[in-house]
């Protein structure tokens, strides 16, 4: 029954079977206790073709393999949530004052505590999945072209500012 216990393709351009077991795994999100099929090749110098394919295909797995979720025990809230735009009071606000560094004299808790919270990130009794949002908050903001490119405008606005003021000295 093709299609139904057994996959069809054109003879042209044939899956292996072992990646596309690897892709349905991964699509499934789960492991089973299922056997694999482990391929070999036979002469692997002189099948150099065969290997690099191979390597292309394991690639394009890892590349489209869908990222993997937690679940948190609480509420936390949502990482696009968390990124938006603070109210420009704020914004004004935190210019003026300095936020908690290492230089401060706390525990590592409390000082956990104080940045979550300016961040509104709640902390429950176990701050591991509290700082797991705020990693994950500091992943996306860092690899945001977004943000990227306001940082990159800033360093030149700096850049041209302390060259002014050598021209002025």
């Not at 993997?68 to 004052?97: A, C």
């Not at 509104?120 to 500091?138: A, C, G, N």
Request: glycine fraction near 2%; charge should be negative.
């Amino acid at each position: 029954m093709v299609g139904l216990e057994v996959l069809d393709e054109p003879s042209a351009r044939q899956s292996d079977a072992t990646v596309l077991d690897l892709q349905l795994r991964a699509l499934a999100k789960h492991t089973t206790a299922k056997s694999m099929s482990v391929k070999t090749v036979e002469n692997a110098e002189k099948n150099g073709k065969v290997v690099e394919k191979w390597m292309r295909d394991i690639s394009e797995l890892h590349r489209s393999k869908p990222p993997p979720t937690v679940h948190y025990t609480k509420h936390m809230p949502d990482i696009d949530s968390l990124m938006q735009e603070w109210p420009g009071e704020l914004e004004e606000m935190l210019k003026e004052i300095n936020l908690p560094t290492a230089a401060l004299d706390l525990n590592l808790l409390d000082f956990v505590d104080i940045i979550c919270a300016v961040m509104d990130i709640p902390v429950y009794k176990s701050r591991v999945q509290s700082l797991h949002v705020l990693f994950t908050l500091y992943s996306v903001f860092k690899n945001s072209a977004h943000f990227r490119q306001l940082a990159e405008e800033n360093y030149m606005e700096n850049e041209e500012a302390a060259g002014d003021e050598l021209v002025l000295q």
